[in-house]
């Protein structure tokens, strides 16, 4: 592919958002072991310097999705503050009903009242913390289920959830007809025979029940090995309920290993089906979509600022390749019935290289050319890892 090609798609990678995770910045693991990194935050301030840290290399990360409580203050206001001093906004609010021993057999679906009430509140409180920070999104992931056949009653847990859901939504509604409700679903884990939001049918059913102001959140960590993924995007967009992306890479289940590593064609399919649905921001003739980019990895072994600044790069890159594809060649081949034509059309850019064209326009734009160098010439890395002594790192577990 010429430049010159790369100049015509250009226009529409301005703009492209994609929100770090709070938690990527803290220490992270498996149950086996979470390693120390030197340098790793010990505030939330310390995590919002390190996302902006990204943001300025790269310009693609301009928000940081929070996690209630791992990310608790008692001034979400003067975050806020602390956060566009340093260049970036509050985005997506994370709940939490997964790491408190009430919630043992279930939050939102609990057949307890008392504990499902509980885990309403929890809710509550996080849209309270939205409406400080100014956030837009209340995103739900649910550890809710069960482990052996018989220990639960599917379908009641399917009715207390779309209450509990409900009563969580009519306040959110009352914030305001931006706030959105945006469920996650995942197949297995850490529930091992049912899941209560186990994929995206699930999520589809209970957000439509709610209302236009909820939407479905898609993993790309969260389904069986195999599935077709960029066919559940093209289902969600054409059903106007994708709502957000948990973007992450995996080999086997919920790996949340960085986003393009295990299978960048894959991530190109879901990024050409974003794109061929609408939801592309800068592709959209108003200028904007309502499907919300995000990463939701761990970086467990290799240093967690160059972590992000890599996946970032790598969904601008296949952004900019997906945008490569030349739709009225591909529609006319598909048309004709040209299968081969038309798988043609489809590799021809997904195998185009355009890491130099992409280096020139960060260049264009005042950012450096190649972000993971200027990382590691800044002094950044050296410079946390000697300031920030005592006190405790922050750790995800
Ligand atoms: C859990 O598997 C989900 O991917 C969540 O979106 C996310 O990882 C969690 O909220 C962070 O703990
Ligand atoms: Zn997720
Ligand atoms: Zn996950």
């Not at 260049?363 to 000697?386: D, H």
Request: net charge negative; aromatic share 10%.
């Amino acid at each position: 592919m010429t430049t010159a090609r790369f100049a015509q798609i250009a226009p529409q990678l301005e703009g492209q958002a994609i929100e770090l995770p709070s938690w990527a910045f803290g220490n992270s693991g498996t149950r086996f072991k979470v390693f120390g990194s030197p340098g790793a935050p010990r505030t939330i301030e310390e995590k919002i310097a390190d996302a902006a840290t990204v943001h300025r290399l790269t310009g693609l990360a301009p928000s940081v999705a929070l996690h209630i409580p791992w990310d608790l203050v008692d001034d979400y206001a003067g975050l806020r503050s602390y956060a566009a001093e340093q260049g970036v906004a509050l985005g997506t609010v994370n709940s939490n009903t997964f790491q408190d021993d009430d919630y043992k057999l279930g939050g939102l679906t609990h057949v307890d009242a008392k504990i499902r009430q509980k885990a309403i509140d929890h809710h509550l409180e996080c849209l309270e913390v939205m409406a400080a920070t100014g956030s837009r999104d209340l995103k739900i992931w649910l550890a809710d289920g069960s482990n052996y056949p018989g220990q639960a009653d599917l379908r009641g847990r399917q009715d207390r959830l779309a209450d509990s859901l409900a009563t969580i939504y009519e306040r959110l509604v009352e914030l305001g007809p931006e706030r959105r409700l945006v469920l996650e679903y995942k197949f297995f884990e850490p529930a091992f025979y049912h899941t209560d939001v186990p994929d995206w049918g699930t999520s589809y059913a209970q957000v439509v029940a709610l209302g236009d102001q909820a939407t479905v959140c898609l993993d790309t960590g969260h389904h069986a090995p195999g599935t077709n993924i960029e066919f559940v995007v093209m289902q969600l967009l054409r059903l106007g309920r994708l709502g957000s992306f948990d973007f992450n890479s995996r080999f086997y289940a919920d790996d949340d290993l960085i986003v393009g590593s295990a299978d960048p064609f894959q991530l190109f399919r879901i990024l050409f089906e974003v794109i061929r649905g609408g939801g592309y921001g800068p592709a959209n003739p108003d200028g904007h979509s309502d499907v919300a980019f995000m990463l939701d990895q761990c970086h467990n072994v290799e240093d967690k600022i160059p972590g992000q600044i890599r996946s970032v790069l790598n969904v601008q890159e296949m952004t900019a390749r997906a945008l490569l594809v030349d739709r009225d060649a591909l529609a006319a081949a598909q048309e004709a019935g040209d299968v081969l034509g038309a798988h043609e059309v489809f590799m021809d850019a997904y195998q185009t290289d355009v890491r130099a064209d992409l280096a020139a326009w960060r260049e264009e734009r005042g950012l450096p050319a190649y972000p993971m160098k200027a990382y590691a010439e800044s002094g950044y890395q050296q410079q946390i890892e000697a300031a920030r002594v005592g006190g405790t790192q922050l750790s995800w577990t």
